[in-house]
């Protein structure tokens, strides 16, 4: 509203007084109702603010509603901030506030204060009027009030709006309503017409004076002031909500008795004299000290759907695409860790690494679905067997049909079950047979092998993590070496009767390397690379697989430890995701009940121990840690710079005498000089000689021991 | 073979002399050649027997095979054991030995000693020839070898039959061969096989002598004696396998040039003249001391077939009806771990098993998958809830696809993918709401509770191990008192953020009853009853799923926390089941490194602690114990005392007023008195003082807290 000093005069035709025409009975003046009409994505943006920046928090969020000049009578836009012009020729907006609360229970509470709530709401409003404020700014006269819960597990908004209208001590009155055009006749509306078309198409506000001006400029007292408006309402003869509260802060600011408003209504985008009309109402008398010490009563909450008292529910699960429902929902557990339990927790982080699982039996499964838990979503599969009608009950991915004719390949199968089970997953399939130390290659079989450790090599390029849940240790040995040349997160299971192992490899050699120099510069203790499965290794790996006895090939672990080993190998995985130095994270101190350090407090996922291992019966884990072998025949900067300058030479000489890697990590030189001591102090036990001289272990000295045990799966 | 005293003397024509026909040129006599053709049954027999009661032993078994009179040179039955007539008029049996190793490698290693082992077969058979034993016991001459590997996760068996037969110096020679009855003459021949089919009716052995005996019974020298066996050859003119070695006894024991022989053979079960042979043979002469050092060279192993020198192959995995073979793949593994794991595991008693799963969410999943892992094969599933979006990423059965139209009732999807991955699992599942006290009942709502109460306490009568896997503490107040009331094992899981809480209730109160009469009796320290998972608490469960916000609703567990909640769980309860004591087991010692008791060595798998929990970040778990509360609300003996009273009232009273259950156990009283000390002593905490007076602990004083911080799957 333009007023005083800023009031603009424009041009009038003489004969405005003869505009007006009596009603022959004053009607009481009514408004076009508002209804509000929340599209999807306000609910889809609210959901993602509580979520990612609410939280638990209730606290008030400012909002905008906005309805237009083609669909007038519905609030068709909800935003949720309070920017670009509230008002202008096409749009009419409402500026407002959003209680989103966080049960149900909050939600219905919030109902039972809604009388308490829609007076605060309208106080703003009052206190616009009262002080004059809103006379300046227009927008500080209607208000929208929005309370809300959405359950956000089932896409179920529960809302209520209020568009707040403040009574007044009495009614107003509609003393007389026409065409501007008819009112003012065809000369002079179209000229107001076209001056408020050139006054709001340069941005003036949407509620001004309009005056009669005589040519002579001289009786001032003759002047015929008109209150105009943009006026979004499309019923016949009752004018849109803006002038509601209006009209009210006339009668309470101006304290005139009759009130001619032009109702400015568009037509092809253009103020149209035909279209708009001229108002006339009788505004009541304001008794002295009226809304002095309180905001007068108000009025405004919605009715629902079915025209009560009570809130509405959108109700969104079935409406939406099923799979992106699905993919929300998933998002969902992950981010609401977030609220409370892990506030730093990087979801987008775990969800863009790639994951690859070298086999896809009783752990690949197990792993597969807890990264699926966990939001990752890229899976790449690699084995070279096919379903078998054993696995099902143990291998979570398949079912008796992958069985038939036959089997599925695994890799393909296993692929094919996350995509079932979770239709946004990126998940693909490789039947590929990893090349072992110890299995010789015949001629024929040379070519075949290069192209599978060519293939293996671009698929550790391509992923971030990759997991050891293979069924032998040799097999281990290749993935193993190319996880430390190309530095990637390697983490590894492997199952017993009743014991198992679940370790992540350290950084590869680069990695101590980088940090040897650093330490050499700062003088500090220096960071120490943790080891790999090979680490406390002192032989080669050869081929296990020949003379094994059927309960050795087959899986005979008890059935609950492949999902326990199967989530430690995940929880580990994620851990060292969410870590800020990732591969190079240091282990977590062996005893888990020591109070942990402030740094460590700062984890999204807390600190990660190297090793997890279950031993024998019972069901305690032990955290153990262990360091990298200079001489490791897997992971030693040795191996990898030979792997790195001879490529494919260097792995076929490895798969065709595993005897050689002794050779290059000085192995065999130990063996000899273990021998030696042996020999030296003959009434010890050689083996236990060899043990001694292995690997500086920080934990348990029997550890190479246990792992041979490993029936591995 | 009847021979000397025991010869049977039958009437034979005077002419009997002129039955030999001269042949003009003698030829080698051949045989007629032996094929072996296993049965299925066989197969599935031994995979049995290798499985159950030889498991990893390579000793060498008795076996008999046999070929029938219709069938004669097919070797068509093979019975792992050697009970019967080895020989009678229909069947030839064939005595023998299987060597079936434990590996494809040492299957590798038995042909290459084929020639060993096939010299020690006929080293056996020479033994009977060259010591006369055979003479009495005709079924020494013919002797079976079969080398087997039983790959029985793949259902393939690699075999190598070998039926010995002892190479004379000298081919024996064919001097004539013509039918019985064109040699003998109708009426001789008749009589002939008369007198045969008389001697083999009545049991006479298969091997005999026929003798013609002059009607004047003087002329001794003039006695025509021909060897006559039950011949099972359809070959025109050459004898079956068990002359083979028949002929060289007559050669090295009678040292005879010249034999005549009657083939006895059948047609429509008799002897019949004109299908039997009289076959004249020319015998090789036996060098002095022939066999006297070491048994002669024998030649035996069978062609394989593709007529080469080679072991056979039985895939059996192709034939089998797959959901048979499903069912048999899963009790390999099972049964594969008595061979060295476990060997007093009775997988039966698992079998039979029947498992009752309350809640079918994340932990409901994870605990029926590791449930079939250990061959359980009856699971019914209990929920009042729907397959919604965020569930297939972490409830191991559900898919994409069980998500639609609103969701399948998760119970049904539950069962219905069970049978999917092992068809043979009785699955149910029943949708039902647990009534819960604190949850007051409207009036319209008693009658449904009432029914639900009926199903629930049915449910329990007929299921062995009931699982409690729901999402609220109340709901497990139902199925925990009707557990106790029914003596059943109950298992429950709970899950936090990163903590989990995984026990196993105490046997019923029934159980102390008995225990306390028998202590005091015996004068012994008493056994002590385990508790339940509300024996920690000292106020009646309330409602407490109002006001719950939005990540309290859902579950915001790490995803890997359900599956080693959910394995856990399972062991436990395969462990108890396994145990002798059943319900009633002790809690394993709390030390899980202390060295277990003889007592614990001999339990099939090991001992069972009480509790699982871990509490916090990090990867470690505590087994803990704690024993009944004599004041509990759901297992104490008040409780279940006034349920088996007043029945559905009692609980009617519990879920309408949840405080009536602390009157009864006198819990009430007890909060009056804490509250009293917590006056006296103002100064310390007065919930550490209630903490104090509730149940007696063994371990941490601290566990009620950390139960009541759960966030419940």
Request: charged share 20%; glycine share 8%.
């Amino acid at each position: 509203m333009i007023r005083g000093s800023s009031l603009q005069q424009r041009a009038a035709p003489s004969d405005a007084e003869s505009v007006l025409m009596s009603a022959s009975q004053e009607t009481i003046l009514q408004f076009g109702q508002l209804q509000s009409s929340v599209d999807v994505a306000f609910w889809a943006e609210l959901g993602n603010l509580k979520l990612d920046k609410m939280r638990l928090s209730e606290d008030p969020q400012q909002i905008t509603g906005a309805h237009y000049a083609k669909l007038p009578s519905i609030l068709n836009e909800l935003l949720l901030d309070s920017s670009g012009p509230l008002v202008d020729m096409t749009r009419c907006g409402v500026p407002g506030e959003l209680r989103n609360v966080n049960t149900l229970e909050r939600f219905k509470a919030l109902q039972e204060q809604r009388g308490a709530l829609l007076q605060e709401a309208a106080g703003q409003i009052w206190q616009g009027i009262y002080s004059g404020a809103a006379e300046a700014d227009p927008s500080l006269l209607s208000r929208l009030l929005l309370i809300s819960y959405a359950d956000l597990k089932l896409f179920r908004f529960y809302y209520w709006f209020a568009f707040p209208a403040i009574k007044p001590p009495q009614p107003i009155m509609v003393r007389a309503v026409q065409p501007l055009q008819q009112a003012l006749g065809m000369e002079l509306s179209e000229g107001v017409a076209e001056s408020c078309n050139e006054w709001l198409g340069t941005g003036g506000r949407p509620l001004f004076w309009l005056m009669s001006v005589s040519d002579d400029n001289s009786a001032s007292s003759g002047k015929h002031v008109v209150l105009a408006y943009m006026d979004h309402s499309n019923l016949q003869s009752n004018p849109g909500l803006l002038l509601r509260n209006a009209l009210l802060m006339a009668a309470v600011r101006w304290r005139v008795g009759h009130l001619d408003v032009a109702c400015l209504r568009l037509r092809r985008g253009k103020v149209d004299a035909t279209a708009s009309l001229l108002l006339s109402v009788s505004l009541p008398a304001i008794p002295e000290g009226w809304g002095k010490e309180a905001a007068p009563a108000a009025i405004g909450w919605e009715p629902n759907a079915r025209g009560k008292t009570g809130p509405r529910v959108a109700d969104l699960g079935p409406t939406m695409d099923p799979r992106r429902l699905a993919s929300a929902a998933v998002d969902l557990n992950l981010r609401l860790m977030r609220w409370r339990a892990a506030p730093a927790l990087d979801t987008a982080k775990l969800a863009a690494t790639k994951c690859l699982l070298l086999g896809a039996g009783t752990l690949g499964c197990a792993v597969a679905r807890v990264l699926l838990g966990w939001g990752v979503r890229h899976v790449t599969f690699l084995d070279s067997g096919r379903v078998a009608f054993s696995n099902p009950v143990r291998q979570s991915l398949y079912e008796f049909a992958d069985c038939l004719d036959g089997g599925k390949p695994k890799a393909a199968a296993a692929a094919a079950a996350l995509q079932r089970i979770f239709p946004d997953v990126k998940s693909e399939g490789v039947q590929l047979c990893i090349p072992m130390p110890g299995h010789p290659l015949s001629p024929g079989e040379v070519k075949q092998a290069e192209e599978d450790v060519r293939q293996l090599e671009e698929l550790i390029e391509a992923h971030d993590v990759i997991f050891l849940l293979m069924d032998t240790r040799e097999s281990r040995w290749l993935p193993t070496l190319l996880g430390a040349a190309k530095n990637k997160l390697v983490i590894n299971a492997a199952l017993g009767f009743e014991s198992f192992l679940v370790m992540r490899h350290g950084a590869g050699p680069d990695a101590e390397d980088a940090a040897a120099s650093s330490t050499a510069q700062s003088g500090s203790k220096g960071w120490q690379r943790l080891g790999c499965y090979f680490c406390n290794d002192v032989v080669a790996p050869l081929d296990s697989t020949v003379d094994r006895t059927l309960e050795q090939q087959c899986t005979v672990a008890r059935p609950g430890l492949a999902g326990i080993a199967g989530s430690l190998a995940v929880e580990m995985c994620c851990g060292v995701i969410q870590h800020p130095q990732g591969v190079r994270a240091p282990a977590a101190c062996h005893d888990p009940d020591a109070s942990s350090s402030s740094a460590d407090s700062a984890l999204p996922l807390g600190p990660v121990p190297h090793m997890v291992r279950q031993l024998g019966g019972g069901f305690a884990q032990h955290c153990l840690v262990g360091q990298a072998f200079k001489q490791c025949i897997a992971c030693s900067g040795a191996v990898v710079t030979q792997y790195r300058e001879k490529g494919w030479l260097f792995i076929l000489e490895a798969l065709q005498d595993p005897h050689a890697l002794e050779d290059l990590t000085g192995l065999t030189e130990l063996h000899s000089s273990a021998a030696a001591l042996a020999m030296m102090y003959s009434d010890e036990d050689s083996e236990d000689e060899v043990e001694r001289l292995g690997p500086d272990k920080t934990d348990s000295g029997e550890q190479g021991d246990v792992k041979d045990d490993w029936l591995e799966l």
